[in-house]
Nanobody, 127 residues
Framework: QVQLVESGGGLVQAGGSLRLSCATS????????MGWFRQAPGKEREFVAS????????YYAGSVKGRFTISRDNAKNTVYLQMNSLKPEDTAVYYC????????????????????WGQGTQVTVSS
């Protein structure tokens, strides 16, 4: 089992920044590919960013590329999502997810490939 706890969400004005954190426990973090997803009211959960457990590969949704950065600190068992130049359309509940089956240089953009999920943290961007 893997436990994931997100933090860092909140209310920010358009153009501002937030950094989300996801602390993990229960399994060796360095063997987990990690992803961030988000879900806005009335919409399906969508991919935001992912990173392989080696840290060598990361992927981003087109809507956030150039504004968001995913990173991981294996010493702290934590994955981060730095969000800059936030827009009102970034408003959503953000979820951290862990893939325990991925190889060292792989991370998925599909929610169904992730085995564990956090409870989510709300991000609200005001215009």
């Amino acid at each position: 089992q893997v436990q994931l706890v997100e933090s860092g969400g909140g209310l920010v004005q358009a153009g501002g920044s937030l950094r989300l954190s996801c602390a993990t426990s229960g399994r060796t973090f360095r063997s987990l590919a990690m992803g961030w997803f988000r879900q806005a009211p009335g919409k399906e959960r969508e991919f935001v960013a992912s990173i392989s457990w080696s840290g060598s590969l990361s992927y981003y949704a087109g809507s956030v590329k150039g504004r968001f950065t995913i990173s991981r600190d294996n010493a702290k068992n934590t994955v981060y999502l730095q969000m800059n130049s936030l827009k009102p359309e970034d408003t959503a509940v953000y979820y951290c997810a862990a893939d325990a089956q991925a190889g060292p240089n792989y991370s998925s953009t599909y929610p169904r490939e992730y085995d564990y999920w956090g409870q989510g943290t709300q991000v609200t961007v005001s215009s």
